[in-house]
Structure formats: C-alpha cells, structure tokens
Nanobody, 114 residues
Framework: QVQFVESGGGLVQPGGSLRLSCAAS????????MGWFRQAPGKQREWVAT???????NYEDSVKGRFTISRDNAKNTVYLQMNSLKPEDTAIYYC????????WGQGTQVTVSS
C-alpha cells in the first residue's frame, strides 16, 4: 500500500508563498504521474496540478501562473510551490496519482488570511 506524507502548510497572508512537499512510499515513484489536490471547507476535493513522467505539467485554471509543481524522483517526492496566495486557496492539500488510485494521506493545511 502506498503512503503519502504531505508537509509544508501553514498560515500565510494574502500574496505570500508556501512550498508543499509530499513524500511517497513508492519505490517505482518515477514511473507514475503525480498530482496535487485540495479540499476547502464544505467543498469536494479538487484537482490542482499534475506532473507527468515525461515532464509535462498541467494546472487548474485558478492556479495557473501562481503555482508550480515539480518532483524529485531520487527522493520519491513531489512539490507544490505556491505564490501570490489568495484566501480562496485555503484548503487541505493532498498528493496522489491524478486518477486517485491510492489511499489519501493526512494532507497539509494551508490557510491564507490576514
């Protein structure tokens, strides 16, 4: 069973930045596309970004130009650099395969507030 450990969240003011990390217990990590998701209070979990095995990236429209997904296959880790944060980015952030094929980790809370 794959396990994810997300970290790096916190409280930040609007316009600020955070870098999230997600470590996966997956020895074949490099062979899988990886994604970030988020769930805001009272809302369904939504996809945020994907980094494919070929190096291409895709983003949800509201985060384009502000968020950057990257990965380090040697560390089995995927990252999400979040800049120009807005209050509407407040959510618990999770990583998983884009098709959500594995169990979810505990996530990391991001709160954007002044």
């Amino acid at each position: 069973q794959v396990q994810f450990v997300e970290s790096g969240g916190g409280l930040v003011q609007p316009g600020g930045s955070l870098r999230l990390s997600c470590a996966a217990s997956l020895t074949t990590f490099s062979t899988y596309n990886m994604g970030w998701f988020r769930q805001a209070p009272g809302k369904q979990r939504e996809w945020v970004a994907t980094f494919t095995t070929t190096g291409s990236t895709n983003y949800e429209d509201s985060v384009k130009g502000r968020f950057t997904i990257s990965r380090d296959n040697a560390k089995n880790t995927v990252y999400l650099q979040m800049n120009s944060l807005k209050p509407e980015d407040t959510a618990i952030y999770y990583c998983n395969h884009p098709a959500q094929i594995w169990a979810w980790g505990q996530g990391t809370q991001v709160t954007v507030s002044s």
